[in-house]
């Protein structure tokens, strides 16, 4: 029980943390409040499925090539839907949702709602601590935390990484310094994405596939960006598995009652917004300093 809890907790949570890290970065950088995040993960697991189903490739070339392909869907997404509406946060917004249920209505048109699935790449089990666990969830694991890691180094120990940091602590100065601003919000976009490209290559052998699939992920990302403070890595992070593990112990807990992991989710960030307006790690808005 709380080994299956802490193996599903940590799955969650690294899931969890690569959307909301990758949502917190592209609205740090470029003020971008996209909806449409976890629709391009969805996206990632399609395009895994129709790769390995329709084009006959190898899971592994697949998975590889859905991560490319959704990191340029996105950024084709971005030139076309958000660039020329940047400025106007309510139109983003909006854009933003209705781009997601387009990309929602594209894959219902196309497979009919059918739910669909990949095997798993890895089979077999691995014995921690006397507990079972599959081989697909610690290759799952394992994978989440080198892509946290990898995104830690690049933005930590880069040049570009620099540059996209100082562009979100503040985008004029930035400017006046020198750097491209348009080209590090490219660079911060294409991370975000390939972070969720990351987390629907993972979830696409351990779930179904469906045209619903990026709405439980929204709702959680965003409940985690609210705790953690909005634009914070840091934050996100640290409350992405928060709500991982408790995600985990109210399905353990409560097997008949496992609808609620939303509700307690979104009663968590209710709760932050009346306490702590600003989350765990995040500054006070502009208009309460």
Excluded at 52 to 62: D, H, I, K, N, T
Excluded at 136 to 164: C, E, M, S
Excluded at 189 to 217: E, F, K, Q, T
Aim: charged share 10%; glycine share 8%; aromatic share 10%.
């Amino acid at each position: 029980m709380v080994q299956d809890v802490i193996i599903n907790g940590m799955i969650f949570g690294s899931i969890y943390a690569l959307l909301a890290i990758g949502f917190s970065l592209i609205f740090g950088v470029a003020r971008v409040v996209n909806i449409a995040h976890t629709a391009l993960y969805m996206m990632a697991a399609y395009f895994i499925y129709i790769g390995f189903q329709y084009l006959g490739m190898s899971l592994p070339y697949a998975i590889l090539l859905s991560i490319a392909l959704t990191t340029v869907a996105g950024l084709i997404c971005y030139q076309l839907f958000i660039k020329p509406i940047r400025e106007h946060e309510a139109a983003v917004l909006i854009a933003t949702i209705a781009l997601a249920m387009v990309i929602q209505e594209i894959f219902l048109w196309a497979f009919r709602g059918h739910y669909l699935g990949v095997p798993p790449v890895a089979s077999g089990y691995l014995t921690v601590v006397g507990v079972k666990v599959a081989m697909q969830h610690v290759l799952a694991l394992a994978v989440a935390v080198l892509a946290l890691l990898a995104t830690w180094v690049f933005l930590l120990k880069t040049r570009i990484g620099l540059g996209i940091r100082c562009t979100a602590q503040d985008r004029e100065v930035a400017n006046l310094m020198g750097i491209n601003v348009n080209r590090e919000i490219m660079m911060a976009l294409g991370v975000s994405v390939a972070l969720a490209a990351i987390a629907g290559a993972i979830v696409a052998p351990l779930s179904v596939i469906d045209p619903h699939m990026w709405m439980h992920p929204l709702i959680m990302m965003l409940a985690i960006v609210v705790l953690g403070g909005l634009g914070s890595i840091k934050g996100s992070f640290i409350a992405s598995y928060i709500l991982g593990f408790t995600e985990a112990v109210v399905i353990f807990a409560l097997p008949m009652g496992a609808f609620l992991k939303v509700s307690i989710a979104l009663s968590i960030m209710i709760l932050v917004l009346v306490i702590r307006p600003e989350g765990l790690f995040g500054v006070a808005f502009e208009e309460e300093r």
